[in-house]
């Protein structure tokens, strides 16, 4: 199966294969490359440089058949690869769901981030293996990968919360995860890139 059931489903079982991210029975998948990410990463110049220099991908979401329609409850697994442009690393698009509900992510590959903002305050979450993240109704969420491997998660969502990107580019996200020696910084959002500000702080 590649697309979204159709409701009434029944119950079914979902193999999950750890070693390619694969889910059997499986449904949509996508795949986001740099060329996706304009306007979201600080530096654009460095953005530009890395759509000429082959425009490689940055994550993958690949879904169960659950549809995401009211009362199901999809699932997803999202692998974002190793890097950063411009310092800061990659990471997803993020998003505010329409429909203000909650969602849970479980890590389960690599060394991540869950980066929270309802408008006003942002939080960060480290997210590793067996962690599960919680992402309360009206918080914006993206995730980033903040390793040298591949940083994996299981999302869980309300199939009717649906996805507003606008929201993250209207609004920011509070703050950005950059690349600083061996650590994470968080920094300001609105910090140009590779200067951080005066209230940065690390983790
Ligand atoms: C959906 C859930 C995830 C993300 C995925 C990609 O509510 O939060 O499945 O869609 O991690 O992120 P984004 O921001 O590109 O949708
Ligand atoms: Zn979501």
């Known amino acids: 199966m590649s697309t979204s059931a159709t409701p009434p489903l029944q119950p079914f079982a979902i193999r999950f294969g750890a070693d390619n991210a694969t889910l059997e029975p499986q449904g949509p998948t996508l795949q986001r490359r740099m060329s996706d990410l304009e306007g979201l990463f600080a530096d654009r110049r460095a953005w530009e440089q890395a759509v000429a220099d082959g425009d490689p991908v940055v994550y993958t ?19 974002i690869f190793p890097g950063d442009t411009g310092g800061e690393f990659w990471m997803t698009k993020g998003h505010q769901h329409p429909d203000p509900q909650g969602e849970i992510y479980l890590g389960l590959e690599g060394h991540g981030g869950l980066l929270l903002f309802d408008g006003e305050r942002a939080e960060w979450l480290d997210i590793s293996p067996g962690v599960i993240g919680y992402i309360p ?31 993250v580019l209207t609004h920011g996200m509070g703050l950005r995860a950059r690349r600083s020696a061996d650590r994470v910084e968080l920094v300001p959002f609105g910090t140009p890139a590779g200067t951080a500000g005066p209230t940065a702080r690390s983790h």
């Open 61 to 79: 979401v690949v879904s169960s058949p659950v549809p995401e329609t009211a009362r199901e409850l999809p699932q997803s697994i999202t692998t």
């Open 137 to 167: 109704p009206g918080w914006a969420h993206r995730s980033v990968n903040v390793g040298d491997e591949p940083y994996r998660f299981l999302a869980v969502y309300p199939g009717s919360a649906g996805h507003d990107y606008g929201w």
